[in-house]
Every structure is written in structure tokens, then in C-alpha cells.
T-cell receptor
């Protein structure tokens, strides 16, 4: 069964530091991969998605992720953290097509230290 | 920019009561979904709907749940007899379904069952 595993339920970085949120996927077919962000008491906002085009995907708010098939990873990075990046981040996979259900990881809460 | 809307934003109900959560998907979208997120947990898929019928459902989506597209714009989730464990945030999503197309999520309805 397709799934995603997010390593680290909570990540804390200093403002201006590199953000790295880890995600590994399990899929028997080339998947669609996503990162969603959820700010407190809000809905889910798409940060970026991989759909088998370029392996380095750029998203909103300066985030990017790299699809590495050999490592089955899709880690999310941002070179310089901002206080407004504090939120819950979900890695997700849609196994068959963009019309398939999305399977979410357990989430990583990102905290930013001043 | 088109968006998925959901009403109400919050609903409090007594155990055993019926609730209907409403969603207005993006107008030209063809695939519709409900997900839920119990407080502090990950987002879980409930059901997908296409061409006026359920295309996939999870084990959570038992006989207490039903979905309907009563007209050309609304998509509803009915819980027939609510239980305490139905307390969660419920998200509606929709997509056009073509290759690479994103699922767009609504802001959610927070359901509290007392």
C-alpha cells in the first residue's frame, strides 16, 4: 500500500536557518507527491507538487523539494526560515493519478526560534 | 481565484443527532472528496465521488456516512447518528482530474459532538 513517512514530528530552527523536513514515500508506481502546509486553525494549502516532470520542484513562500527515486524521498527545504513559516507541514502521496485519494503523512510541526 | 467553500465553519451537535456538512467545489471540477482530521492527528481520506457515485471509500466511511451532490454546485457529507469520535475537522476537496491537476481543499468544518 502506498504511504508516506515523515521523520520528526517536531522540528525547531532559528530564524534565518535552513529548514529541512524529511519525507519518504512508498509506492509501487510513479506517484504524485505533495507538500501541504496548515497554519493554526486553518485549512490545507498546497506548497508544491511533483508530477513526474522536473525532479526539483519549487513551491510558494521560497520552499522547494527534490524527488529522489533512488532514496524514495521527497524532502522539503527552505534556505532561510522566517517566523511566518511556523506551521504544520504534511507530506502526501497520490498513488495513481491526480484524481486518486491523497494519503497524508503524520505531519511535522515546524517551530521558528527568534 | 476559484476556491472550495465549506459551511458551516463550526458545528456543535449532540451525540446521536444527524449532521450535514456542505461544500461548494470549484465549478468546473469533476472529482470530489471528503477528508477528516481528528485533533492532533493526520488528515485521513473518507470518500471520493465522481459522476454522481462513490468511486472509493475508506474503512472509516461506514453506513453512518453518506455523500450527495444534490444539485450542480453543492456536495454534502451526512453523518446519520453522530458519535463522540466523529469530532474532527472535515475537509472537502475537488479536482478537475486531468493529469497533474491539484486537489484543492476547502477551509474545513470543525465538528464537535457532545
Amino acid at each position: 500500500a502506498q504511504s508516506v513517512t515523515q521523520l520528526g514530528s517536531h522540528v525547531s530552527v532559528s530564524e534565518g536557518a535552513l529548514v529541512l523536513l524529511r519525507c519518504n514515500y512508498s509506492s509501487s508506481v510513479p506517484p504524485y507527491l505533495f507538500w501541504y502546509v496548515q497554519y493554526p486553525n486553518q485549512g490545507l494549502q498546497l506548497l508544491l507538487k511533483y508530477t513526474s516532470a522536473a525532479t526539483l520542484v519549487k513551491g510558494i513562500n521560497g520552499f522547494e523539494a527534490e524527488f529522489k527515486k533512488s532514496e524514495t524521498s521527497f524532502h522539503l527545504t527552505k534556505p532561510s526560515a522566517h517566523m511566518s513559516d511556523a506551521a504544520e507541514y504534511f507530506c502526501a502521496v497520490s498513488p495513481y493519478s491526480s484524481a486518486s485519494k491523497i494519503i497524508f503523512g503524520s505531519g511535522t510541526r515546524l517551530s521558528i526560534r527568534p | 481565484e476559484p476556491e472550495v467553500t465549506q459551511t458551516p465553519s463550526h458545528q456543535v451537535t449532540q451525540m446521536g443527532q444527524e449532521v450535514i456538512l456542505r461544500c461548494v467545489p470549484i465549478s468546473n471540477h469533476l472529482y470530489f472528496y471528503w477528508y477528516r482530521q481528528i485533533l492532533g492527528q493526520k488528515v485521513e481520506f473518507l470518500v471520493s465521488f465522481y459522476n454522481n457515485e462513490i468511486s472509493e471509500k475508506s474503512e472509516i466511511f461506514d453506513d453512518q456516512f453518506s455523500v450527495e451532490r444534490p444539485d450542480g454546485s453543492n456536495f454534502t457529507l451526512k453523518i446519520r447518528s453522530t458519535k463522540l469520535e466523529d469530532s474532527a475537522m472535515y475537509f472537502c476537496a475537488s479536482t478537475l482530474g486531468t493529469s497533474g491537476e491539484t486537489q484543492y481543499f476547502g477551509p474545513g468544518t470543525r465538528l464537535l459532538v457532545l
